[in-house]
């Protein structure tokens, strides 16, 4: 079946280290975004890509870093210059980046600062 | 700028009672809309959305209506499940430069009880 694959479900990071984690579809679909979703928030975007070898920042990318080097592939690493990294992350894709597309999300990753 | 004000939460209700959770919207133009849902632990699903000014959204039992003179996209159901405990996210896309991304609102918990 299609879909987007994150891994791991749950991390556990010490201070100081970076991390990173993994968004991987099967959609064929150009756009992919990183969000961070706190408790009692909403999404937060972090990066996002429009096409391969292309990625833009989003309005909390510091701290975060991205590649794009593959269509299906875009993962996130959590530098340890994010000073408050413990949130769910979720990567999401849509076909192409039109506004009346659908968004497809990932079940989420969490992560926890030990 | 584009945002979305979403009803706050958390919102009980009994098996059978009718849901409404209020959604307003500002942007430039008629932008689509979504509903987003979220049940405990997975990402995000759309659950419905509306493409223009008047069009009726509708999945699951849930509708919404895309209503211009007042900004809003409320989300109702008549008759909630206990299965419907999850948290919704009312979202629109960004209107200007970067494309394909949601603004969302913060997210209401809606609980039923059997």
Known sequence: ???????????FRKEGQNVTLSCEQNLNHDAMYWYRQDPGQGLRLIYYSQIVNDFQK??????Y??????????????????KNPTAFYLCASSI????????????????TVV | GDSV?????????SEEAFLTINCTYTATGYPSLFW????????LQL????????????????????RKETTSFHLE????????????????????????????GRGTQLTVWP
């Open chain 1, 1 to 11: 079946d299609g879909g987007i694959t994150q891994s791991p479900k749950y991390l």
């Open chain 2, 36 to 43: 987003y849902v979220q049940y405990p632990g997975e990402g």
């Open chain 1, 58 to 63: 989003g309005d909390i990318a510091e701290g």
């Open chain 2, 47 to 66: 659950l419905l959305k509306a493409t223009k000014a008047d069009d009726k959204g509708s999945n699951k039992g849930f509708e919404a209506t895309y």
């Open chain 1, 96 to 111: 192409d980046p039109d506004p009346t597309d659908t968004i497809y999300f990932g079940e989420g990753s969490w992560l």
């Open chain 1, 65 to 82: 870093s991205v590649s794009r080097e593959k269509k299906e592939s875009f993962p996130l690493t959590v530098t340890s210059a994010q």
């Open chain 2, 77 to 104: 159901k008549g008759s909630v499940q206990v299965s419907d405990s999850a948290v919704y996210f009312c979202a629109l896309p960004d209107g200007g430069s970067t494309l394909g991304r949601l603004y969302f």
């Open chain 2, 5 to 13: 004000t979403q009803m706050e939460g958390p919102v009980t209700l």
